[in-house]
């Protein structure tokens, strides 16, 4: 396994790390210290070197020591007038079935979202996005700041981006990749100091090239490198286009090991 955010990963591990905000705004200045700590010059090496997933997963909380468990309300980006890709919600019915969790889910192109109605229950809101853009530091924050005037007892998880099972399941994913492929993860263009560091110290993690894909598809470059291009999406977009010289490529859900991983990710969150 390669080793782990060495700053950053006891604070995001650690149950007692994941506290209620005092304000929304929180979670930008959150992933600017984010960014700013993923050194991957300073990563400590890690005792478990299985490639393993479920060995991976094992760094989260054990979540039968914390009753009740929280509901989870999970935030998407979702398709006009809140549409929800069936990945999606694929993966909101394993965890209610297979991993017995209250579960629901959001899209931010819903106008009209239904009220969580849990009772007395805690909430884990839990943003499905993968860079710091702008749904991570201006959407977000709004919502949780909805959820709490509407009275529930709400804690914001960092976004999934940012969580290290999450990047060790991109990193097995890479590694299982035949050694004469050279792959690249192919993302959504961002523009924001934080979000360029916070790419920067990613590539530097994963050891490929990161392009965004509006670069991609105009550097014939690192075309010309043969570069194998992942699709760094959760679900497939049909705004995106990404030149795969007629390789069918998947977003991220279509992937069989991401989808069990992120499913056991979620799912054993306290």
């Not at 993966?91 to 192109?109: F, G, P, W, Y």
């Not at 075309?223 to 760094?232: G, H, R, S, V």
Request: glycine letters at 4%.
């Amino acid at each position: 396994m390669k080793s782990t955010f060495e700053s950053f990963s006891s604070s995001v591990l650690s149950v007692s790390s994941i506290n209620p905000l005092s304000s929304p705004e929180i979670i930008c200045s959150r992933v600017s210290r984010i960014s700013h700590h993923l050194n991957f010059n300073k990563l400590a090496e890690s005792t478990n070197t299985s490639s393993d997933v479920h060995q991976k997963l094992s760094l989260l909380p054990n979540r039968i020591n914390c009753e009740p468990p929280h509901h989870l309300h999970l935030l998407v980006h979702g398709s006009r007038g809140g549409e929800i890709h069936p990945s999606l919600l694929s993966l909101v019915d394993q965890l209610k079935r297979h991993k017995n969790r209250s579960v629901s889910i959001e899209a931010l192109t819903d106008d009209n979202p239904e009220q969580i109605d849990i009772g007395n229950r805690s909430v884990f809101l839990v943003p499905l996005f993968l860079l710091p853009g702008s749904h991570v530091c201006i959407d977000v924050p709004k919502i949780f700041k909805r959820l709490q005037e509407e009275g529930q007892n709400i804690k914001l998880f960092p976004f999934l981006g940012s969580f290290i099972p999450w990047l060790s399941l991109i990193d097995d994913l890479i590694t299982s990749q035949s050694p004469f492929l050279k792959p690249a993860l192919i993302h959504h263009p961002v523009s924001s100091d934080t979000s360029d560091v916070f790419l920067k110290s990613l590539e530097k993690f994963l050891n490929i090239p990161l392009y965004s894909w509006s670069r991609w598809n105009q550097d014939t470059v690192n075309k010309e490198k043969n570069y194998l291009p992942i699709p760094y999406l959760l679900t497939p977009n049909k705004n995106v286009e990404i030149d795969s010289k007629g390789e069918q490529l998947k977003s991220l859900l279509e992937i069989d090991i991401i989808h069990r991983g992120l499913v056991n990710i979620l799912g054993n969150l306290p």
